[in-house]
């Protein structure tokens, strides 16, 4: 596509159930970031994706976040057993290797009741 | 993880003043780049900058790129209504991988 598209827009869950976020990358873009930003707050780091190589998970904050990018191309970002400090906007961008700048998807607001 | 020093944090202007807003980091980058964030929308991007001491322009933005690989600028010249919004610094760090650090950006208010 066009640009970068992300899914839901917007969720509200429960504490403690399972979410998935989507994110469809810009089409050819080998790199893929996951980023959580929270209000007022700069954006950190989540997960990075470069080709096949094995991710850069640094990022992620405890071991109920996972995410996967299947064929290359969409990624998954589950967030297990929600709380509510998991409350945020999740941005997924993607690049071309080599170039420092990402196209962001207007990402997905995610609220933990 | 690292996170850049972006100032001011807010600014209150009005309409056809410039605005100035600065990031620094402790350690060197190789690439430093501004977005723009508008409220529901991903940040975009608005000037990349490769080289130590380069300046670059685009439309009334002119960034810099600090000698020292350390610190950046962003101005904005004339402002206007739609310059609204959260600006990011952002850098990719020397011998770092292409993940960026992003600062906690600044939120610009315009009066008209």
């Known amino acids: 596509g066009a640009g970068v598209s992300q899914s839901p827009s917007n969720k509200v869950t429960e504490k403690g159930k399972d979410v998935e976020l989507r994110c469809d990358p810009i089409?050819?873009?080998?790199?893929l970031y996951w980023y959580r930003q929270s209000l007022g707050q700069g954006l950190e780091f989540l997960i990075y994706?470069?080709?096949?190589?094995?991710?850069?998970k640094s990022g992620l904050p405890s071991d109920r976040f996972s995410a996967e990018r299947t064929g290359g191309s969409v990624s998954t970002l589950t967030i297990q057993r929600t709380q509510q400090e998991d409350s945020a906007v999740y941005l997924c961008?993607?690049?071309?290797?080599?170039?420092?700048?990402?196209?962001f998807g207007s990402g997905t607001r995610l609220t933990v009741v | 993880g690292q996170q850049l020093n972006q100032s001011p944090q807010s600014m209150f202007i009005q309409e056809g003043e410039d605005v100035s807003m600065n990031c620094t980091s402790s350690?060197?980058?190789?690439?430093w780049l501004w977005y723009k964030q508008d409220p529901g929308e991903g940040p975009v991007l608005l000037i990349a900058?490769?080289?130590?001491?380069e300046l670059t322009s685009n439309g009334r933005l002119t960034a810099q790129f600090g000698i020292t690989r350390k610190d950046s600028f962003l101005n904005i010249s004339a402002s206007i209504p739609s310059d609204v919004g959260i600006y990011f610094c952002?850098?990719?760090?020397?011998?770092?991988?292409?993940?960026?650090?992003f600062g906690k950006g600044t939120k610009l208010t315009v009066n008209p």
């Open positions: 961008a993607s690049s071309s290797r080599g170039f420092g700048g990402y196209t």
């Open positions: 089409s050819g873009h080998t790199a």
């Open positions: 994706f470069q080709g096949n190589s094995a991710p850069d």
């Open positions: 350690s060197i980058f190789n690439t």
């Open positions: 900058l490769y080289k130590a001491g």
């Open positions: 952002a850098g990719q760090e020397l011998g770092g991988s292409e993940k960026l650090v």
